[in-house]
C-alpha cells in the first residue's frame, strides 16, 4: 500500500503537509471458484419461468475482496453470443437470467470474469449445458410382467401370486435433455412407498420383485418418478393389482328368464337362465361361460359358450337343434375371476315339456249328494259354500297356481270370490276338488264359476263353467201342496192300481225337479197272510213346464195280495230339498177297497209332539198319546236293532255343516231294508247340556219323511233358521219295523256348524326328519321321515279329521302323491334302489282337513340329500393372509386356512393336528377346533421347534351330516433362530480370463456370431457393435494412466472359467461413454442367470476424464460347474454411443461369514461394532469413498441368510455408522443395492450407509459402509499468466510476485504459462494435473493434453506438481503469425471433480515491425465544438491548438500505448517541420497539442504511431490541416430583378471576399434565404450554394413596378405592370399597397469562419 504526500512551505516559512488517499499495488488477479448454469454442474438445466440462475460460488481475491463480476452466455466455452457481451453482475454470484433467444434444447456456456481493485481479472467457464424447460412427458404404467395385445402395452389388475410382484413402464420422453433414470416404489395406496421405498433402476423400463409376502385381497401400486437430465421429473402411478389366490364362490343358478326357478319349458328351441350370488372378495366376476347339458357340468346340449358379463342367457337354438323331450337339462354356469380361477355352479334342471294344460271338464259345482236323491246338476243347498270340481289334463310340468274366481249374473254384478289362489285337491279319477266357504250367496241368484291354472314352464289355462248355479237353501213351499184325489184303477185285479192326482208344490228358487209317489197300509193288518206293499216308489219327471204345477195323475201298482190306505208323494226340488203329502182312505178296517172309489184325502205331517206314535198314518188327534222321554233317549249313534247305520257327508270327502244345510246319509242290511217300510223319518235335536240329553233344535221341529231307498237325505233347518254357529248337533232318525211293531232310533255323528270362508291354522307347521328337530340335511337317499306339529289342532273350531302328506323334489315334481295317514301327525316313506337324488331337495307336503270339508296344506322347508364330504381347502401357516415360510418363534405352531366349503349342509367344525410330515400329527395331534378359520398352540409334548425342520398343517372339515372333507396340508414352514449374516470374499483372480484391460491390442475381442454364446473359455467376444482398442476417448485421449487402453463396445461376452457349484464370484469393471457425454448411457451386465443395469448418470463435472467403477456379485448354480456366461452390454436408448471398458476382473469370493448387529425388536438403529476394514467388505458404497456427489448415493452389500433367506433390507444414511440424518430408514425390498438421488451430502463430511437385513422369520442385523468424504468442489485452479522472457532463459527465473500477463509475444522470445502459487485442494486432494495450449481457449491443437510435470521437493504450493511450463513458439507450422495461444490447466481432486483454468490469450507476432495501419484526422469541431460550422477536411480555424483523432491501427497482439507528434510548414516552405518531441498519449484515441502561435495559409500536421506490448512500434501515419483564423469580408450589395410574374433573380458576384481566396479555388460557399420581414425565410429557406447568382419562384411574388432598395443598395428592379384585377368572386382576397422582401447572404469560408449581408427591396401594389 502506498501513499502520496505534499508539503507546502510558505516565504514566512510555514508549510502544511498533505496526504493522499492509498493506492494499493495488487499483480494478482482473483482466484477462480466454480461456474454453473442451474444446479451444480448440471449438463442439463430447468428454465423455470422463463429464467435460468446462473451461480459462480468459490470465488476468491487474495488481497481483499473481488470487486465486481461480469458473466456472458455462449454456445461454445469463452464465448458470449447469446448475452451480446459480458454483463455486469456486481458483487452478486448467483443471478437469474431471462432465457429470451435461448433456444430450448440447445446446449450453452457461461463464462465469468471476476475483477479486483487493481483492475486485474479471471476468466473461468462452465461445462456445456443444456436447456430445458419441461419435465418428461407422462408415460404409463402397468401392472404385470411385461407383455403386449397388438401394440397396447397389457396391464394386469389381479394377480395369484402373493411372493412376487411385476411392473413395466414406458412412453415417457423427453426431447430436449433426455432421461436421467427411473425411481420406482410400491405402496398399498396410490402414491404410497410403504411396501418398497424409491429405489433407482437407472433407465430400466421394468421391475420384478420376490419374495414378498402379500396380503389376498390387498391392493398394490407400482409409482414410477422419470427425471431428465435438467432434474424435473414427472410421477406416474399404476391403477394398481389385487392379489387374489381364491377361487370365485359359486351363485346360485336357475332356468327361466324370470321369476322363479323353472323346472318346465315349453320351448324346444330356447335356452334360457340366469344366475346370481357368484362372487369374488378379490379380483371380482371377470367373465361367465355357460353350457347346457343332461347331467350338471356336461355340455352335451349346448357347448361352453362366453357370456362376458352378462348374469343370463336367452339362446336361440335352430330348427335342426331342438331340445330333447322329457329329460331333465342342466344349465351350468363357470365364473372366472380377475385371475382367471374358476368356481362352477348348475341349475336344478329343467325338462322341455311341449304340452299345454287344457281344462278338460269345465268348473261346476259338485255335492257328494246320496245315490237316490235326484237333484239338479246346476243347483247347490247352501249359500255359505261352494264346492267346485274340473279336470285338468296337466302334461309333465306340475301345476303350480291356481285360481278361482265366483262372479254373479244378477243385476248387482258382484264377484264375491276374485282371483282366489287356492289349493285343490284331486281325486283318483283325476278331478280337481275345491270348497270355498263363508260365502253369502243369494237364494235363486244364477253365478259363474272361473278356473285358471298353470303349470311350471308359466303356461296357463283358463275355463268359465258351462252354465250358471243357483243355491237354494230350503225345501219346496208347503202351503199348497197336497194330493187332490186318489182313484183306484182295477178293482177287480189281485194287484190293486191306483192313479193319484196332486197339486200345489212349488218352489221359486230351484223348481220342482222330482216326485216320488208311494202307497202303504196304515197301520197293516195281523197276521201271516198280510204283504207289505212295495218299496219301490213311483219317480215321475216333469217336464220344464210342469215343474211348478203339477196336475197329471200318476198311477201307484201294489202286488198281488197287498192293501194300501195311504198314498204319499214327495216332491224334490232342484237342490235336493224335500216336501211330502199324503192322502188317506177314510174307512181304515183292512179290508180292500171298493173299485173307483174316492179317497178322502188330507195332506198332513206330524206334529214335533208326536214323537212317540206313528202318526203319519192318522188323522189328525188319532194319534197316541205321547209316551215318556224314552224315545228321546232310546237309540245312540247308530244305534238301534234294525241294523241301520248313519253318517254324516259322502266318501271320498268329509261330512259337511254348513249353517243352512248338511248331508244325511244312512246304510243297512238289504234284507231287513226289504222287510222295511219304505220310508223313514228324521229331525234335528240339538246336543242338551247334560249328557245324553236331546233337546229340539227347533221350536214347532216336525219330523220328516225320507225314501229309506234314497239312501241319504238333505238335511236342513226349518225355513228362515240356521244353525247356530259353533253348537252341536245331532240328526235323530227313527224307523218303524214291520207291523208297527218296535221303533228304531237313531243318532248321527256329531257335527258343528260353521261358517269359516278358509283355514287359518298359521301355527302349523312340517318339520323334515324323524327328531324333534328339524333337518336340513340328510346323507341317505333310501327314506324320508316328516312330523307336523299341533298347529294343525288350531286350524279352526272345526275338528281335524285326518290328513295327507305328498313328497315333492326341488324341481316341483311329485315324487309321492297325497296319501291319507289319517289322524297320524307323522309319517315315514322308504325308497329302495337309492331313487332320491344326490343334492335334491325334498319337501313333504301335509293336508289336515276338518269335519266341514275345508283343508290345509303346510309344506316343509325340505330336507337335501347331501352324500357328498365338503370340499377340500387352502391351509396357510401363521396367522396372516400371507402364508408364512419361516418363524422365528419356535415355541408356538399356527396356521389359519380357507376355501373348505360344503354347498348342501355346510361347515360345522374343522379339525387341525401339525406334524413333521405332510399329514403327520407328532408335534399338535388332530383335535376339533370349533368353526374357526385359524388355530395356534404349542407342541402338544412341550420342548421348542427345531431349527430348520419343516412343519406342516392339517386340516379337514366336517359338515352338519359328520362327513369329513379330504385333508389339505400347508406347503410347511420352518424355524430359523439365526439373524442374516454377512458374507466376505476372501478375493482369488480366476485363472484363465483374457487380459480385461485389453493391453494387448493383437489379442482384440474376436466376432461372436449372432445369438451364440462364448463358446472359448477365457476368451472375449463382440456380440454387437464393431470392436475397436481404443487409445482416446472423446477429446481427453491424452489421460494415458487412465483411457490409454480402453476397449469400445456394444456388447461383449466371455465364458469364464469356474470351480463349481454354488460359489460366489466377484465381478468389477469400469465403464465410460465413448463419445464422453454418459447421457442417458444404460448398461446391463448378465452374469450366469443373473441380470444387473448400471447408469453412467453425469455428476457435477462430467465422467467425460473418469471412469464409472461397477462391482456385482454372482453365485453359480448346479448348472456351471465348470464356467458361467459374463456379457456386458449397452442396454441405453442411444445404442449409437458405445461404452468402453477397462480393467475387466472375475475374482473368486472365498466366503467368510460374518455377522452383522442383530437388531431389537421393535427396530432400533444402532452403529455396528465392526471394523473399518471389515465394514467395507460388507457395504460397499458403488464410486469410492471420496464422491463428489450432492443428491446421490449408491452402494451393494453381500448379505444372506442360509436357513430362511432374505426377505428385504433396510438402509439409511447418516453422519456416523448407524446414523440416519441424511436418509431415514428406508425399505428397499429383496434388493442388494441401494440408490437415492435427492439427499443432501454435506460438503466436507464423512457419511455412512448402513444397511438392516431381515430375513424371512423377522430376524435382524445391521451393517454400516467405510465412511465416505463427500466433496463438492474442484481443485483450485490459479489464473495463467502469459510471461514473455528473453529467449532461452530459465522457466525458474520468473518471479511470480512481479510476473505481468502479455497480450502478445515476439517469435524470438520465451512464453512462460505462471500458474502460481500452485493448484491445491483442501479436502480430497489433488489426484491428477494435465495441461495443453491450443488456439481456442480448452484446445489442444497446438500442444496436447500432457500430464503436468511433477515438482521437485514437494513443491507446487503443496499440490506436488509445478506452477509454470514453457511454451514453444518454434513450430512455424502449428504456430502461424498472428495466432493467439491459450494455456490451460486442469486438475482433478479424489472426488474426480475437475479443476481448470486457461490464459486470456497471447498473439504471436513476428520479430519484424508488425504491420500497422491506421488514420489521422485534424479535427476541431468534434473535440472542442464552438463554431456553428465545421471546418473542411485540411482546414482548421484555430490558431493556438491543434487537435486529431486517429483510428484503424490493427495488432496480431495487443497495443500497450500510443506516441503522437506536431508538425508545422509555413507558406512558401517546402516541408513541415516538427514542432515538439513523441508523446505517450496512452491508449486514446484523440490527441491535442495547445499552446501553439499559428498564421493564417500556415500548415500543420500530426504524426501517431502505435507501441505493442513488447515494444515493438508500428509504422507512423499522418493527418494535416490549413490554417485560416480570419472570417471572409462584405464589400458590395445585393441585387434583385424579375424574371417573370413570381420569379426574381438574386445575384452577389462581388459582395464578399476572403484573405485565403486566391490561393485556394471554391474556398467559400454562401448560404441565402428571402424573406417577407426581416429574420424571416417565409419566402425561401436558407439555402447552400457555392456559386453567386439564384432564382426563387414563390407565388408571394408578384410584380408590380419597379422595386427600390433600401439602405446602401444599388441597382434598380425591372417594374412590373400591375395588368391584374381584384376578383369580384373571391371575397378572401387581400390588397396591399405596397410590400417588401429583405434577403439575407452568409458566406463561409473553409475553416468554417462566416460574414452576413442583409438587404430590403419595397415594391409595389399586389394582390
Not at 454483463?87 to 456456456?109: C, K, L, N
Not at 257327508?649 to 246319509?665: I, K, W, Y
Not at 449374516?981 to 483374457?994: E, P, S, T
Not at 490549413?1522 to 424574371?1539: C, L
Request: charged share 20%; hydrophobic share 40%.
Amino acid at each position: 500500500t502506498y501513499h502520496g504526500t505534499v508539503r507546502a512551505v510558505g516565504f514566512t516559512g510555514e508549510q502544511v503537509i498533505g496526504h493522499s488517499n492509498a493506492v494499493v499495488v495488487d499483480s494478482t488477479p482473483p482466484v477462480a471458484g466454480a461456474v454453473y448454469m442451474g444446479s451444480s454442474g448440471s449438463f442439463a438445466v430447468a428454465a423455470g419461468d422463463g429464467v435460468v440462475g446462473l451461480s459462480w460460488p468459490g470465488w476468491e481475491e487474495p488481497d481483499g475482496e473481488v470487486a465486481r463480476y461480469a458473466y456472458g452466455i455462449g454456445f461454445r466455452p469463452y464465448h458470449v453470443e447469446v448475452t451480446g457481451g459480458f454483463v455486469d453482475a456486481g458483487q452478486d454470484t448467483t443471478v437469474q437470467h431471462d432465457t429470451v433467444g435461448m433456444a430450448e434444447g440447445s446446449t450453452f456456456y457461461v463464462t465469468v470474469k471476476a475483477f479486483n481493485q487493481a483492475g486485474l481479472h479471471t476468466t473461468r467457464t462452465s461445462v456445456g449445458a443444456l436447456l430445458d424447460s419441461s419435465p418428461p412427458g407422462r408415460g404409463y404404467v402397468n401392472d404385470g410382467p411385461r407383455a403386449r395385445e397388438g401394440d397396447v402395452p397389457v396391464d394386469i389388475d389381479f394377480q395369484p401370486e402373493h411372493h412376487v410382484l411385476h411392473a413395466h413402464w414406458g412412453g415417457f420422453l423427453d426431447p430436449q435433455s433426455g432421461l436421467r433414470s427411473f425411481k420406482v416404489a410400491v405402496g398399498t395406496t396410490p402414491g404410497d412407498a410403504d411396501v418398497l421405498a424409491f429405489v433407482d433402476v437407472a433407465l430400466r423400463e421394468s421391475i420384478t420383485l420376490r419374495d414378498l409376502s402379500l396380503r389376498d385381497g390387498g391392493a398394490y401400486y407400482v409409482t414410477v418418478e422419470a427425471c431428465n437430465l435438467a432434474d424435473m421429473c414427472v410421477v406416474v402411478t399404476s391403477d394398481g393389482v389385487v392379489v387374489d389366490r381364491s377361487p370365485p364362490v359359486a351363485g346360485a343358478v336357475l332356468d327361466g328368464t324370470h321369476g322363479e326357478d323353472a323346472d318346465f319349458s315349453v320351448s324346444r328351441l330356447v335356452v334360457a337362465g340366469r344366475w346370481f350370488a357368484f362372487h369374488d372378495a378379490q379380483s371380482g366376476i371377470a367373465s361367465y361361460e355357460w353350457a347346457c347339458g343332461t347331467q350338471p357340468g356336461l355340455a352335451d346340449v349346448q357347448a361352453w359358450t362366453f357370456a362376458d358379463k352378462q348374469v343370463s342367457v336367452y339362446h336361440q337354438r335352430g330348427e335342426d337343434e331342438l331340445l330333447p323331450l322329457g329329460v331333465p337339462l342342466y344349465l351350468s354356469v363357470r365364473a372366472r375371476n380377475g385371475v382367471g380361477q374358476m368356481a362352477e355352479a348348475s341349475s336344478n334342471g329343467v325338462v322341455v315339456d311341449e304340452h299345454v294344460p287344457t281344462i278338460s271338464v269345465a268348473p261346476h259345482i259338485w255335492w257328494a249328494y246320496p245315490a237316490g236323491v235326484p237333484h239338479d246338476a246346476s243347483m247347490q243347498p247352501t249359500d255359505n259354500s261352494v264346492h267346485v270340481r274340473w279336470k285338468v289334463e296337466a302334461g309333465l310340468a306340475p301345476l303350480t297356481r291356481t285360481y278361482l274366481t265366483l262372479s254373479s249374473l244378477n243385476r248387482d254384478g258382484s264377484t264375491p270370490v276374485r282371483s282366489l289362489p287356492i289349493d285343490p285337491i284331486v281325486d283318483e279319477q283325476g278331478f280337481s276338488h275345491y270348497r270355498h266357504a263363508g260365502l253369502d250367496l243369494v237364494d235363486s241368484a244364477q253365478y259363474m264359476l272361473f278356473v285358471s291354472t298353470c303349470n311350471s314352464a308359466g303356461v296357463c289355462a283358463r275355463a268359465a263353467s258351462e252354465q250358471p248355479f243357483v243355491a237354494d237353501t230350503s225345501p219346496p213351499g208347503p202351503s199348497g201342496a197336497k194330493i187332490s184325489f186318489v182313484t183306484r184303477d182295477n178293482s177287480g185285479d189281485a194287484a190293486p192300481r191306483y192313479t193319484v192326482t196332486f197339486v200345489g208344490f212349488d218352489d221359486p228358487h230351484s223348481h220342482m225337479w222330482r216326485y216320488k209317489v208311494w202307497a202303504e197300509q196304515v197301520p197293516p193288518p195281523s197276521g201271516d197272510g198280510w204283504r207289505a206293499p212295495a218299496l219301490d216308489a213311483v219317480e215321475y219327471v216333469p217336464s220344464a213346464e210342469e215343474r211348478d204345477d203339477q196336475t197329471k195323475p200318476i198311477s201307484v201298482s201294489l202286488a198281488p195280495g197287498q192293501k194300501a190306505n195311504v198314498v204319499f208323494v214327495m216332491g224334490y226340488n232342484g237342490a235336493g230339498h224335500t216336501h211330502t203329502v199324503f192322502a188317506k182312505n177314510g174307512n181304515v178296517d183292512g179290508m180292500p177297497y171298493a173299485n173307483k172309489a174316492t179317497w178322502y184325502t188330507e195332506s198332513t205331517q206330524c206334529s214335533a209332539f208326536n214323537a212317540c206314535g206313528r202318526c203319519a198314518c192318522v188323522p189328525t188327534g188319532e194319534c197316541a198319546a205321547p209316551a215318556t222321554d224314552a224315545c228321546e233317549r232310546d237309540g245312540g249313534v247308530g244305534g238301534g236293532a234294525d241294523g241301520l247305520a248313519l253318517s254324516l257327508g259322502h266318501a271320498p270327502f268329509t261330512s259337511q255343516a254348513e249353517r243352512d244345510v248338511t248331508m244325511l246319509v244312512w246304510d243297512g242290511d238289504a234284507a231287513w231294508i226289504d222287510d222295511t217300510v219304505g220310508y223313514l223319518e228324521w229331525r234335528l235335536v240339538e246336543r242338551g247340556l247334560e249328557d245324553g240329553v236331546y233337546q229340539y233344535a227347533f221350536n214347532n221341529d216336525h219330523w220328516r219323511i225320507a225314501l229309506l231307498r234314497d239312501g241319504g237325505a238333505v238335511v236342513s233347518p226349518p225355513r228362515d233358521d240356521r244353525l247356530a254357529e259353533n253348537h252341536e248337533y245331532f240328526v235323530q232318525v227313527r224307523v218303524w219295523s214291520r207291523g208297527y211293531a218296535a221303533v228304531g232310533y237313531h243318532l248321527s255323528p256329531l257335527l258343528r256348524a260353521h261358517t269359516e270362508r278358509h283355514v287359518a291354522g298359521l301355527d302349523a307347521h312340517v318339520t323334515d326328519g324323524e327328531g324333534a328337530r328339524d333337518v336340513d340335511w340328510q346323507p341317505s337317499d333310501a327314506a324320508l321321515s316328516a312330523q307336523w306339529a299341533g298347529g294343525f289342532a288350531d286350524v279352526t273350531l272345526a275338528d281335524v279329521e285326518n290328513y295327507q302328506y305328498s313328497i315333492v323334489n326341488g324341481r316341483g315334481e311329485t315324487v309321492v302323491p297325497f296319501t291319507a295317514v289319517g289322524p297320524a301327525t307323522e309319517m315315514s316313506h322308504s325308497f329302495v334302489d337309492g331313487e332320491l337324488e344326490e343334492h335334491m331337495t325334498y319337501s313333504t307336503a301335509v293336508r289336515a282337513f276338518t269335519s266341514t270339508g275345508l283343508h290345509l296344506t303346510r309344506l316343509s322347508d325340505g330336507v337335501i340329500i347331501d352324500k357328498s364330504p365338503p370340499g377340500v381347502g387352502v391351509v396357510l401357516d401363521g396367522l396372516d393372509a400371507a402364508d408364512v415360510l419361516w418363524t422365528r418363534d419356535d415355541a408356538v405352531v399356527s396356521a389359519n386356512w380357507y376355501g373348505f366349503a360344503d354347498a348342501q349342509s355346510g361347515v360345522l367344525e374343522y379339525h387341525w393336528c401339525v406334524g413333521t410330515t405332510a399329514g403327520g400329527d407328532d408335534v399338535v395331534g388332530c383335535h376339533a377346533v370349533g368353526a374357526a378359520v385359524f388355530a395356534s398352540k404349542a407342541p402338544d409334548r412341550g420342548g421348542r421347534l427345531a431349527a430348520g425342520q419343516t412343519y406342516f398343517s392339517t386340516v379337514w372339515a366336517r359338515n352338519s351330516l359328520g362327513m369329513a372333507s379330504p385333508r389339505a396340508t400347508s406347503n410347511g414352514f420352518r424355524v430359523d433362530m439365526s439373524p442374516p449374516k454377512a458374507h466376505r470374499c476372501a478375493f482369488k483372480a480366476v485363472a484363465g480370463l483374457a487380459d480385461g484391460s485389453f493391453e494387448d491390442a493383437d489379442s482384440a475381442p474376436a466376432a461372436l456370431p449372432a445369438k451364440a454364446a462364448p463358446a472359448a473359455a477365457g476368451r472375449w467376444f463382440v456380440t454387437s457393435g464393431e470392436a475397436s482398442v481404443v487409445t482416446a476417448v472423446g477429446v481427453d485421449g491424452s489421460r494415458a494412466a487412465v483411457l490409454r487402453h480402453g476397449f469400445a463396445f456394444s456388447s461383449i461376452a466371455a465364458r469364464v472359467p469356474a470351480r463349481g457349484e454354488l460359489e460366489t464370484y466377484h465381478v468389477s469393471f469400469r465403464v465410460a461413454s465413448a463419445d464422453g457425454t454418459s447421457i442417458g448411457q444404460v448398461g446391463r451386465v448378465r452374469i450366469g442367470a443373473d441380470t444387473h443395469y448400471f447408469a453412467l448418470s453425469p455428476s457435477a463435472h462430467g465422467h467425460r476424464e473418469g471412469w464409472h467403477e461397477q462391482h456385482f456379485y454372482y453365485v453359480s448354480d448346479d448348472t456351471e460347474r465348470d464356467h458361467f456366461e459374463l456379457y456386458i452390454e449397452n442396454a441405453g436408448r442411444a445404442l449409437t454411443t458405445d461404452l468402453v471398458i477397462d480393467d475387466v476382473v472375475v475374482r473368486e469370493c472365498g466366503i467368510e461369514e460374518s455377522n452383522f448387529v442383530t437388531v431389537p425388536d421393535p427396530v432400533e438403529m444402532v452403529a455396528p461394532e465392526k471394523s473399518v476394514a471389515e465394514a467395507d467388505l460388507l457395504v460397499q458404497v458403488v464410486g469410492g469413498y471420496i464422491q463428489n456427489s450432492k443428491g446421490t448415493l449408491e452402494a451393494r452389500w453381500m448379505l444372506d441368510d442360509a436357513e430362511s433367506g432374505i426377505s428385504h433390507y433396510d438402509w439409511s444414511i447418516g453422519t456416523v455408522p448407524g446414523g440416519n440424518q441424511l436418509l431415514p430408514l428406508t425399505r428397499l425390498g429383496p434388493h442388494r443395492w441401494g440408490r437415492h438421488q435427492d439427499l443432501e451430502l454435506p460438503h466436507g463430511e464423512t457419511v455412512f450407509v448402513t444397511v438392516i437385513a431381515t430375513n424371512r422369520a423377522g430376524l435382524r442385523s445391521v451393517g454400516s459402509s467405510r465412511g465416505v468424504l463427500i466433496d463438492h468442489t474442484a481443485p483450485t485452479v490459479p489464473a495463467i499468466l502469459d510471461v514473455v522472457t528473453a529467449a532461452g532463459s530459465d522457466v525458474a527465473l520468473v518471479d511470480a510476485a512481479t510476473a505481468k500477463d502479455f497480450q502478445e509475444v515476439a517469435r524470438t522470445h520465451g512464453l512462460v504459462a505462471l500458474f502460481a502459487p500452485g493448484v491445491s485442494d483442501g479436502e480430497s486432494g489433488v489426484d491428477d494435473c494435465e495441461w495443453a495450449v491450443g488456439k481456442e481457449p480448452l484446445e489442444d491443437n497446438v500442444v496436447a493434453w500432457s500430464p503436468l510435470p511433477r515438482a521437485a521437493n514437494g513443491g507446487g504450493g503443496g499440490s506436488g506438481y509445478v506452477d509454470r511450463v514453457r511454451v514453444d513458439l518454434s513450430d512455424t507450422e502449428a504456430i502461424a503469425d498472428g495466432v493467439v495461444l491459450f494455456t490451460a490447466v486442469r486438475c482433478w481432486n479424489h472426488a474426480h471433480l475437475k479443476g481448470e483454468s486457461v490464459s486470456d490469450g497471447v498473439r504471436v507476432i513476428p520479430d519484424t515491425t508488425a504491420l500497422f495501419r491506421g488514420g489521422v484526422e485534424i479535427s476541431t469541431s468534434n473535440i472542442y465544438p464552438r463554431d456553428e460550422y465545421s471546418a473542411h477536411h485540411g482546414w482548421q480555424s484555430h490558431g493556438d491548438r491543434v487537435s486529431a483523432l486517429f483510428d484503424g491501427f490493427v495488432d496480431f497482439g495487443t497495443i500497450d500505448h500510443y506516441l503522437a507528434r506536431l508538425l508545422t510548414q509555413m507558406p512558401g516552405a517546402s516541408a513541415p517541420s516538427p514542432a515538439g518531441q513523441w508523446t505517450d498519449i496512452g491508449r486514446d484515441h484523440d490527441v491535442l497539442f495547445s499552446n501553439v502561435d499559428l498564421v493564417d495559409g500556415q500548415k500543420v500536421a500530426v504524426e501517431v504511431k502505435a507501441v505493442s506490448a513488447i515494444g515493438v512500434e508500428s509504422t507512423v501515419v499522418a493527418g494535416s490541416a490549413m490554417v485560416d483564423t480570419t472570417p471572409p469580408e462584405t464589400r458590395g450589395s445585393v441585387s434583385v430583378a424579375w424574371q417573370d410574374d413570381t420569379t426574381i433573380t438574386v445575384d452577389w458576384p462581388l459582395t464578399f471576399t476572403d484573405n485565403l481566396e486566391g490561393s485556394h479555388p471554391r474556398h467559400l460557399r454562401y448560404e441565402i434565404g428571402v424573406g417577407s420581414a426581416e429574420g424571416r425565410f417565409d419566402i425561401l429557406a436558407r439555402k447552400e450554394t457555392f456559386g453567386t447568382s439564384i432564382s426563387v419562384s414563390s407565388p408571394y411574388l408578384r410584380r408590380n413596378g419597379a422595386a427600390k432598395s433600401d439602405g446602401d443598395a444599388t441597382g434598380a428592379a425591372e417594374t412590373a405592370e400591375a395588368e391584374a384585377q381584384a376578383d369580384e368572386e373571391d371575397a378572401s382576397a387581400v390588397v396591399k399597397e405596397a410590400y417588401e422582401l429583405f434577403v439575407h447572404v452568409r458566406c463561409i469560408n473553409s475553416a468554417g469562419l462566416w460574414v452576413e449581408h442583409s438587404q430590403k427591396f419595397s415594391f409595389g401594389q399586389q394582390r
